[in-house]
């Protein structure tokens, strides 16, 4: 294992995914492969690397390969940098029908980014996502963990000012 990686799959960060791990039956300790890359790129500066995505293969005794399967088919994985407020806004049927391209036009130029950029203090990103779940409340996106629906523009610039 890498030294990055020996530093973080120590203590509670190997707990968390052992904790996964016992979710499943014995001698299947892949199927936590994606809780196990959340629990990582938490701990990692918000990526991941190659370089972790295989450490997380050899801790769950899988190929490489199929960690890069899981890893670059989510939205959720980021495999650059990101801000430390990334707006992942929904762009599927639902939340465009209602606006979403306007939402993220408004998002872009009041941080002055394009989707996959990152402000110049690092402070925000944004990513354009496939369905989130929360059709009813379109437009809607995801900030951290938190999901904000019926978005408008006032309300991005409130939440902005509060995250500044």
Not at 18 to 40: E, F
Not at 52 to 67: K, S
Not at 113 to 127: E, H, L, R, W, Y
Request: proline share 4%.
């Amino acid at each position: 294992m890498s030294e990055v990686f020996k530093d973080v799959i120590q203590g509670d960060l190997k707990a968390r995914i052992d904790r996964w791990i016992a979710n499943y039956p014995a001698g299947r300790k892949q199927s936590a492969v994606m809780p196990a890359l959340r629990i990582v790129q938490e701990e990692c500066n918000g990526r991941l690397t190659t370089e972790l995505m295989n450490e997380v293969a050899d801790y769950l005794e899988m190929t490489p390969i199929a960690v890069y399967e899981v890893a670059t088919f989510y939205s959720m994985y980021e495999h650059k940098d990101v801000g430390r407020h990334k707006f992942c806004l929904c762009t599927n049927i639902s939340c465009m029908l209602r606006g979403s391209d306007d939402i993220l036009a408004h998002l872009e130029n009041k941080l002055g980014i394009k989707p996959g950029q990152v402000t110049a203090d690092g402070k925000f990103s944004i990513k354009k996502v496939e369905c989130l779940g929360a059709c009813g409340g379109a437009p809607m996106m995801m900030l951290g963990k938190d999901y904000h629906e019926n978005l408008t523009p006032e309300y991005l610039d409130k939440l902005i000012t509060e995250l500044e």
